[in-house]
Structures are given as structure tokens and as C-alpha cells.
């Protein structure tokens, strides 16, 4: 099965901006992985940001991006929040189904 | 808005069947726009994505690399709802079980499963 890696852990500072990223052992991370990237707050369910590389859903601020950066599938913040912090998932989709990353721990200080 | 009812036990044996429901409210399991899908979450093996089920003049359905040949995702129409089975349990299988719809944007509250050697 193929490996999704993450960052394990970023900080960013309060309105600054930071980028996640999401890399496949198979090679380059192309739209057609579908990647999506959820976050997750402590005792909550994950919840999608981004969809299909870029689509948001309606409830997704605007400060989050998504897109694909050289090889990888990239999650931008850009004005980060306190409310920001939390853990940051991507899923690609891979032959035989679809993998998610370790996931990125995002820290606003 | 589409909600996500999950309901199923929390506790299983090893060798047994884990079986969850999920029923759902604002939308239609047999939508040729959606798809249903079931994930987990544990601390040693972190987000899993399980399998899914989709009507698209047919039904469809797909599993993960991890629990090929277990598993079985299934949906009822006359009750609105999908469901998940999987088979021949071990204590690997202790995780929290979630259902989710087609772009992950709607989840169930999450059910804790705990298999019992």
C-alpha cells in the first residue's frame, strides 16, 4: 500500500502564514489523486477543508488554499487564527483505494 | 444539510463480526451524485479509510488495501441508511468507527469500538 507522508508538526504565528504538505511514495501527487485535507480538533470528527485539490467546502475559511506544489498536494493558511490550531489530515486517493496521511499538528504561538 | 446517525455496539469479540449502521437525513443513500463512506481512527494506526458505497445506475463499492477480503459495505434503500461488516475481528481492529458522506463535509458522531480477545 502506498505511503502518504506529512509534516509531523508546524507552527506558525498569529496572522502569519504557513503551508502543509502531502507526499506519495508512488511519485508525484497529481490531481488525480483527488487530494483532499481535513482538519480535526482534539475530541471532535475530522472535518474536510478542501476537496479534489482545490474546492472548498461552504463552510471552509477563506484563509485555507489548497493546490498542488511541485510533487506534493499543498494546504495553505494564509492570516492564521488561534482557532487554527489542530491537526491537519490529507487523503489521496491510490490504486486500491485511498490512503491518509500521519498528519500535520499545527501550533499557532 | 445532511446528518449523519451512527448506531451499532461498542464492543465486539475477537473472530466476531463488527457491524455499524449509519442512517442519514437530508440526502438519499441511492443519489447518483453521492457516495457513503466509512473511516477510522485509532492511536496506532491513526485515519484509515475503510470502504464505500455508491449508486450510479448500479451499486458500486469500494474497500481499503487494509481490510480487503473483511469487509462489506452495504446500503438500504427502504431505511435510508448504509451499513458497514467487518469480519473476523482482532484487537488491531479497536478503533473509533466514523461514517462520512461523498467529500467527507458530514460525519457521524463517531462510534468507539473496542475487540475483546
Known amino acids: 500500500q502506498a505511503v502518504v507522508t506529512q509534516e509531523p508538526s508546524l507552527t506558525v504565528s498569529p496572522g502569519g502564514s504557513v503551508t502543509l504538505t502531502c507526499a506519495s511514495s508512488?511519485?508525484?501527487?497529481?490531481?488525480?489523486?483527488?487530494p483532499y485535507w481535513f482538519q480535526q480538533k482534539p475530541g471532535q470528527a475530522p472535518r474536510a477543508l478542501i476537496y479534489e485539490t482545490s474546492k472548498k467546502h461552504s463552510y471552509t475559511p477563506a484563509r485555507f488554499s489548497g493546490s498542488l506544489l511541485g510533487d506534493k498536494a499543498a494546504l495553505t493558511l494564509s492570516g492564521a487564527q488561534p482557532e487554527d490550531e489542530a491537526d491537519y489530515y490529507c487523503?489521496?486517493?491510490?490504486?486500491?483505494?485511498?490512503?491518509f496521511g500521519g498528519g500535520t499538528r499545527l501550533t499557532v504561538l | 444539510q445532511v446528518k449523519l446517525q451512527q448506531s451499532g455496539p461498542g464492543l465486539v469479540k475477537s473472530s466476531q463480526t463488527l457491524s455499524l449502521t449509519c442512517a442519514i437525513s437530508?440526502?438519499?443513500?441511492?443519489?447518483?451524485?453521492?457516495?457513503w463512506n466509512w473511516i477510522r481512527q485509532s492511536p496506532s494506526r491513526g485515519l484509515e479509510w475503510l470502504g464505500r458505497?455508491?449508486?450510479?445506475?448500479?451499486?458500486?463499492?469500494d474497500a481499503g488495501v487494509s481490510v480487503k477480503g473483511r469487509i462489506i459495505v452495504n446500503a438500504d434503500i427502504s431505511k435510508n441508511q448504509f451499513s458497514l461488516q467487518l469480519n473476523s475481528v482482532t484487537p488491531e481492529d479497536t478503533a473509533v468507527y466514523y461514517c462520512?458522506?461523498?467529500?467527507?463535509?458530514?460525519w457521524g458522531r463517531g462510534t468507539p469500538v473496542t475487540v475483546s480477545s
Open positions: 487523503l489521496l486517493t491510490q490504486s486500491g483505494g485511498r490512503v
Open positions: 508512488t511519485g508525484a501527487v497529481t490531481s488525480g489523486h483527488y
Open positions: 437530508g440526502d438519499t443513500v441511492s443519489s447518483n451524485s453521492a457516495a
Open positions: 458505497t455508491y449508486y450510479r445506475s448500479k451499486w458500486f463499492s
Open positions: 462520512a458522506s461523498y467529500h467527507y463535509d458530514s
